[in-house]
Structure formats: C-alpha cells, structure tokens
DNA sequence: TTATTTTTGTTGTAAAAACAACAGAAATGT
DNA sequence: ACATTTCTGTTGTTTTTACAACAAAAATAA
C-alpha cells in the first residue's frame, strides 16, 4: 500500500478534483475510500467483462486501453497517462460490463476512488459532490472528442493518410513541428489500425519523399 | 415557432429530464428559455468550427453526424434519431469548437436548451441542475461507450469483418436476428468507411454463401 | 401513366494492404 | 563484453480494396 499523501499535491491539481480546496479533497478522498496502487509492466486493470464501480486516475505511468478483435488480432483504442482517467463511461452507465481492458505499458501507479460506495452513501447530502461530477462531465467530454478524433483518423484510407493526419494531430498537441511519441512502431500500427511491416515502409517512404523526419521515435513534420 | 407544449410528454421522459418531476422540469425549461425548431433535410444543424452552447434534443428525424476528411470523402460518425443528443460533449468542454457536422437526414424536430445561459444565471443555487448534470454524464457515459463500439467496428480489416460486426451489433440491440437498418447502401459504407460498391459486393456474397439474408434494408442473421 | 432521377448490384482493372520471411539494429540481461 | 531477445526495416507474394463504368431496379416527379 502506497502512501497516499505522497501524490496529494498532484491529485489536487488533476481535473478530477478541480476546483476544490483542501478540505473538500480530504473529505471526498475519505468518502471514496482513496487508495493508491502500483501496477506493473503488462498487468492488467481492467478487463473486458468486468463491472467497473471504482474511478481509476492515472498518477504515474501509461496504460494502453485495448481490445482484442475476436480473431487474434489487437485494437489500440487509446494510449493513456499521467493524470488521466480510466474507463470512466463504465462507471457513468450503470449495470454496463467493460467492453475493453487496460493494460500498463510500464510499471504504473493508480488512485483508486470507489466511485459507487460513496455516491449511494452520501446521495444529496454531500457538496462535494456536485463539483465533482461537474468535473467527470467535463472529462467525459474531453474524452468523448477525443474518440471522435480517432475514429477520423482510422476512417483515412491509407496508411499514408493515416500517419499524416496522426503526426498533423501530434503536431497541433506539441504546438510544433516536432514531437516524441510513445508508441513503438507494433503499438502505432494496432493503434492505427494497420500492418506494422506495411507502415514501417511508409515510414520510410514518408522520409524519401520529404515529408517527414524521424529519428527512432522522435518526429518531425516537414514541408 | 412550434409549441413546446405539444412535445411535454416526450420531453419529460427524455434520459436529459430523467427523474425530474412537472415543476422542476417546468423551471428548467424556463430557465433554459426552451424552444422547438424545425429543421428539413439535409439542413445542417452544426457545422464544423461552431461554439455549441446549446444542448439540442431530436424530438423526431434523424441526423447524421459527420466529417468531410479534406480529399472530400465523408465519414458518417454516428446517425442520431429520437431522444438523441447532439454534439453534448462540445457544450460539455469550454472554449471546444465542434469538430464535426449534424446534418438532418429527413425533416427533423430538435427541442434547443440555452445551456450555457442557465449555468451561468444559476450557478450554484439551482437544485435541478444536480438531477440535470448528473443525466447529462450519464448520457455521455453511454456515448462514449457507442464511440468505443464504433471504433471497434471500423477496426476490423475486412469489408466482411466489417459488416458482419455491425450486423452483430444490430442483431444485439433489437434483440432478434432480424432487423431493419437505417441506412442506404452509401450510408452504410460511409459509416462503415469502405467503398459502397465493394460492399454491395461483399453482401451479395454473404448472402450466396448463406451467413446473411436481406431485402433492400431488412437483414436477417444466419447461422 | 411515362419520364427522370436516385439507388443498388455487377464486373474488370489498378492500387494498396496484409502477410510472411528475413536481416540488421537496438535493447536487455548476465 | 557477450549472448539473447526484442524491435525495426525491407522485400516479394497474395489478398483485398478502391475506383470507374455501366446496367438494372426502385423511387420520385410530372
């Protein structure tokens, strides 16, 4: 069991208890029971099936939200990291089963909210709450935009086109024209959704071509 | 200017006004100066780049939302019909500006809530904005998760793939192995991202090799 | 009704992707 | 440092798709 004041000033400042001050946190934190665990390298949080009651905030690490096509083969829906939630929308619709898992990429630390305990306990009564769930509709939305986004960018109909308009994004994220990516090629390929010997030589032609640079996985836009 | 009065029924059992009673619903459409407006087809309701500030409910119709990709094709996101919400997760995010359009895909009747003037008049002191907000999460909960589905559905690397997952999933959602769809043959491809011909092909196919019966647009799952 | 427009299915061809196999590079462990 | 494993790029082959062109069917308008 972690330490949890050790991340204080960190869960204070992520968008899930924005706009609270000190007593507030402490007494939602106590509320939901706030615990802090420690994942490691490809374990998995959550798996598809199961019924997700808990908020899961991401204080340290990177956790791949995935699904596995029923013949073998791996969608990377979402790469997620420090300060970001996991699977809210199963803990928003009710009697809903994860349809996905979340599996670290690397050793990853977690704050762990029960969600469910606190909100059947203190219903109306606590104040806290409706800042709070302000909030988690905030990051929904995010979220929300977020998929659309992705679904534009594997809706593109080459490989060419889908690197491009991933990088474009990067790029605008970056407010550059250079970026690093986290992905190592097989995770950019599941991600967008294409042979990864197929994209690897697009790769390369997207540099013969002088479009892009790019150095192991750090990247630049050119033109 | 269509009576709102006329849509009450509809409007109180909405999953937005979910668990509110006459006079609280009564006071959040005043406070959300609530109209009706008629759109006809093919109109545009948002257009890429808008500020949302509103919340808009279908009454009755259908909307496509979608996405030019700049070479000109058409991604259809998602298509929306009664009780359905539109763009939520563009109110939900501040200062966002839509990404996508909503277009009618027949005349369509569309209850527009003045979100943002309300939030701002009522802030804190408004008890119905609890019930609202907490509704509103809800729904983007389920949102999101459709998203998710989505995504899964255009990852699949064949046409066949492709379709058949759809058709699982509308086999699911109307509980029977037949069902009728929506969309015409380019809709379809269009939200399913692949060329329509190669798909009418593709169904013919299916349909040879006994996995699926059809007639213009009621299918049925074999097998 | 007939004419006109829209939608759907079919086919052949060209382009792109997946797949498989492998070699070199990089990272990791000992 | 060395051996071993993982990652990345390259190539040829097969499969699948997109695209274009057209005919048949269906829907719509006159």
Redesign the interface.
């Known amino acids: 069991m972690e330490r949890l004041e050790k991340y204080y000033n960190q869960i204070k400042n992520s968008p899930v208890f924005y706009g609270m001050n000190d007593e507030e946190l402490k007494g939602l934190l106590e509320c939901f029971n706030a615990r802090v665990r420690k994942y490691e390298k490809e374990e998995m949080i959550i798996r598809q099936g199961d019924m997700i009651s808990n908020i899961y905030l991401i204080l340290d690490g990177a956790v791949n939200i995935e699904?596995d096509?029923y013949?073998g083969?791996r969608?990377i829906?979402s790469r997620l990291g420090k300060n970001d939630n996991l699977a809210?929308?199963?803990?928003?619709?009710?009697d809903?089963e994860s349809?996905?898992d979340a599996i670290t990429v690397e050793d990853t630390l977690v704050l762990i909210l029960g969600y469910e305990k606190c909100t059947s306990m203190c219903q109306n009564a606590c104040v806290r709450h409706?800042v709070l769930?302000?909030n988690?509709?905030?990051i929904?939305?995010?979220?929300?935009?977020e998929?659309?986004?992705?679904?534009?960018n594997?809706?593109?109909?080459t490989i060419r086109?889908k690197l491009m308009t991933y990088f474009s994004n990067e790029a605008q994220k970056n407010h550059s024209n250079t970026f690093s990516i986290n992905f190592n090629r097989q995770d950019l390929a599941d991600y967008l959704?294409v042979d990864r010997s197929a994209m690897s030589f697009e790769l390369s032609k997207l540099q013969k071509e002088g479009f892009i640079k790019y150095d192991k996985n750090h990247f630049e836009l050119l033109s």
Chains 1, 2 share one sequence.
């Open positions: 699904k096509s013949w083969r969608i829906i809210l929308s199963f803990v928003g619709s009710k809903v349809s996905v409706k769930i302000n988690l509709f905030q929904l939305s995010k979220e929300n935009i998929l659309i986004q992705k679904i534009e594997v809706s593109q109909k086109d959704n």
